[in-house]
């Protein structure tokens, strides 16, 4: 069956630090990868998109990685604040007509 | 530009009853998706509606319906409410639904909640 897996509920890191979350996916082809920010009672947001042909994308403090080999993504925030505790959810849609999928999401807390 | 807004954002409902939930893209934008959010199951997709035509539907019993208008403005309908309906819906809209690259934009949702 169709898997994703985001394998951290809950995570918590000391400011300043690299926060890095995983996301799994079984039985997928994915044409590409999105990273999305949730807040408590707000809709996701997007962050990063990265293409089934690159390896890593960043954006300011946040870089995506992509292994197809593995099926894996890997998300990093660099330098963590406070203000990056949300949950964040990896999302992938497969070449065709499909739709987008999400994983449950891991809830990054940074402690000062 | 306006984001997507979704109408009502809080809703309580008694089992058996009907709900209509609402929802307005960005404008320009053809695609609209709808998703079921709940602690223990995630976000799960519904329906993907682009240019008035569903163009997916996710594993959701027949109770559960929905619809896109000339406008791109889509309305999702749940029959015969449950107990286990209750949970946060949120509608997403982007600028192309197929073989298209472009993020999903989220509204704030609608909380249903049945009692």
């Known amino acids: 069956s169709q898997k994703i897996e985001q394998n951290s509920e809950a995570l918590n890191i000391q400011e300043g630090k690299t926060a890095t979350l995983t996301c799994n996916y079984t039985?997928?082809?994915?044409?590409?990868l999105q990273w999305y920010r949730q807040d408590p009672g707000r809709g996701p947001v997007f962050l990063l998109l990265?293409?089934?042909?690159?390896k890593e994308k960043r954006k300011e403090r946040l870089k995506v990685t992509f292994d197809t080999t593995l099926k894996q993504s890997l998300f990093h925030i660099t330098a963590s604040q406070p203000a990056d505790s949300a949950t964040y959810l990896c999302?992938?849609?497969?070449?065709?007509?499909?739709?987008?999928?999400f994983g449950k999401g891991t809830r990054l807390s940074v402690i000062a | 530009k306006a984001g997507v807004t979704q109408t009502p954002r809080y809703l309580i409902k008694t089992r058996g009853q009907q709900v209509t939930l609402s929802c307005s893209p960005i404008?320009?934008?053809?695609?609209v998706s709808w998703y079921q959010q709940t602690p223990g199951q995630g976000l799960q997709f519904l329906f993907e509606y682009f240019s008035e035509t569903q163009r997916n539907k996710g594993n959701f019993p027949g109770r559960f319906s929905g619809r896109q208008f000339s406008n791109s403005r889509s309305e999702m309908n749940v029959s015969t409410l449950e107990l286990g309906d209750s949970a946060l819906y949120l509608c997403?809209?982007?600028?192309?639904?197929?073989?298209?690259?472009?993020?999903?934009?989220f509204g704030p949702g609608t909380r249903l909640t049945v009692l």
């Open positions: 997403a809209s982007s600028l192309e639904g197929h073989f298209s690259y472009n993020e999903q934009f």
């Open positions: 039985n997928y082809s994915p044409a590409y």
């Open positions: 404008s320009g934008h053809r695609s």
């Open positions: 990265i293409r089934e042909n690159e």
């Open positions: 999302a992938l849609r497969n070449s065709g007509n499909t739709p987008l999928v």
